[in-house]
């Protein structure tokens, strides 16, 4: 028998992941985002309400400093600002 008659052995298939791990990995990845989403549109929630509250605060403490306003006056103001 010469080499070249004999069969040779196929050669393994290398290792590929199932399609169950792939998605749990796809899964894993996923939550990773939607949860630096979430954080992430928190974080520019609480700065656009920061803003928010310094664009309130000047004019009432300006109209407060030079107008010398009463109370109910002042209650006016904050209502109407809001």
């Given at each position: 028998?010469?080499?070249s008659t004999v069969?040779q052995p196929p050669?393994p298939a290398p290792?590929?992941?199932?399609?169950?791990r792939?998605l749990a990995?796809?899964?894993?990845r996923?939550?990773?985002?939607?949860?630096r989403?979430?954080?992430g549109?928190?974080?520019e929630?609480?700065?656009v309400?920061?803003?928010?509250?310094?664009?309130?605060a000047?004019?009432?403490?300006?109209?407060?400093r030079?107008?010398?306003?009463?109370?109910?006056?002042?209650?006016?103001l904050?209502?109407?600002f809001v």
């Amino acid at each position: 028998m010469s080499s070249s008659t004999v069969p040779q052995p196929p050669a393994p298939a290398p290792h590929q992941p199932t399609l169950g791990r792939e998605l749990a990995a796809a899964r894993a990845r996923l939550h990773e985002q939607r949860r630096r989403v979430r954080a992430g549109l928190w974080t520019e929630t609480l700065g656009v309400v920061a803003l928010m509250l310094v664009a309130y605060a000047l004019p009432t403490l300006l109209a407060d400093r030079f107008l010398r306003l009463e109370w109910a006056f002042r209650a006016a103001l904050l209502g109407a600002f809001v």
